[in-house]
């Protein structure tokens, strides 16, 4: 008897119209427990060194985990992952709703998807039984208006879709993949893969509810959560969303205003969560937004999804499209200066429609702006759209030219590395960008650990591969409990980056990795402020698989081996660590607020990078992952491929 999962991974060929019921033991389950770290076998196994992203070569792996579908909060997520078009390293991306657990209820745990599709295709799935379906009537259409079509196509309204969207099928470098049309598998371009293989959707339906092996430990786990949610340190996230974060940020000079210029908006309040919530949420004008204007995924307490709804005023949004994150408000808002939340909130409309990742949709506007700003682009350049800054109707426009590739839009859906380089007028000083990946909203220049995380992140920077500094200074204490399971008993001063926050961050990054390999919800399970703790995720993946002697050790390890997978897959397309660089601006003060005067320094960069590679053991000069290593992880075959 198999618990949590199905035993079961699909491999498509869309060239040769193919499929292969591929049925692992259970030491692979255990070994790499599923999403990102399962994604990372099949694409070292099966992609060769130096494809082209957007080739038929380029393999796109969509993997649930062991805990997918289960009931218990935070665990209907799927990782996204092939080369990706906007870096060239490897791309990979979690997302959340229904569909992932739809798919493990559909009876599969992963899709390998291979080859190209001779013209567009979707994919059904249902009970087991799948088949390709033409969809050349769906190739251009926004996600809404495709998902409708293919649940009427199939005749089953519970049918979860997931799709591309007009900008995937475009190649847009940052295009994403989207279900529910509001959740996105966002960053590295995603979108754009899936797009290059004629696959417009996948579409999954099923009935077969995993087995957990101790039904009464999870439900008590699960309990447990509900009961908890107000007093935890989510509760806050919960009722206003992510959003909700902005006010923190600016407080502590962490919000990036201005193209990362700035640590603090002056107009912050206007776009944060509370107004979010007491304005525009679904429901807000009759106090019912509780009810109406929060979403959820699959049997998840916490319901921190925003669904905004606009009837009037220049920025209508139809809540089926959802509303914005943090990171949406912020690269949309306070990176371009601006404080309409309505245009925000139509801009992540655009995006969720056309299917776009809208950090760095947003973060590539916000270049655009400084270098308009600079006097290095003029009304010329950007088909007459006066981006001054706080510009909020160019903004807009400026999303829907880049999802339909439309004049300046063209140019900028290359992302703004690849437009910096072709305009050149010295743009390249106003790049934010990690192996060509538009940074966060999350600041190096006070959150130290990032700069190190963001530089040598085998997918660029990303802000939910570790716990954050303030995890390991001044709030320690409030975590000291869970800390204590990941070996610590003191934090460290205010923005060092020593020996031990290098410490803290390499333990902090093994187990958001595991996270990202069981595909759990990051603001559930976690280190510290989350819903639950380290501990608790042992248990819970005790509860769900039977595997009653997994530790927390073994779940670190199974994040650590996702870790050397993914440096080893850059390291076969020639990345190193000469490619661990901080944009230039990081080097350069803050202006204003708590962090004014604030910078990156060079040599104290350098010196962190040794120590956190000294600390994976990865060799220091180069920064690959070294065979003694590789071989402690059982990566002896990833060792002979880099020899
Ligand atoms: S916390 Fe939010 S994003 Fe995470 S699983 Fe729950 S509803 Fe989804």
Redesign the pocket.
Known sequence: MIYGYNGKILHVDLTTRKFQVEEPDEAFYRKYMGGSALAMHYLLKDMPAGVDPLGPENVLVLALSVLTGTAV?????MTAAAKSPLTGAIGDSQG??FWPAELKFAGFDALVIKGKSEGPVYLSINEGKYELRDASHLWGKITGEAETSIKEELGDNKVEVLQIGPAGEKAVRFAGIFSMSNRANGRTGMGAVMGSKNLKAIAVRGKKRPVAADKAKLSELAKWGAKNLEDSG?AG??KYGTAETTGANQTSGTLPTYNYNSGVFENWEAIDGTTMYDTILRGAAEGKQDRQGR???YA??????RVVEINDGPYKVDPHYGGPEYETTSTFGNYCGIDDLAAISKANEICNKYGMDTISCGATISWAYEAFNEGKLTLDDTDGLDLTWGNADSMVKLTEKIARREGFGDLLAEGSERAAKKIGRGTEAYLITFKGQEAPAHMPRVKRSLAVVYATNAYGADHQTHEHDPAFEDDFEFYAERMAVLGFTEGTEARALNKEKIDFTVATQQMYSAMDSLNL????YGPAWQLYGPSDMVEVVRAVTGWEDVSFDELQKVGERRLNMMRAFNVREGLDRKNDVLPEKLFKPLKGGASDGWKIDRAEFESALDMYFERCSWDVETGIPTRSKLDELGLGWVADQLA
Request: with cysteine.
């Open positions: 909060s935070g665990q209907s997520r959340g709703g989510i996230l919960a979403d959820t995924c998840c307490t916490v319901r921190c999804k919800c990051q603001f559930v």
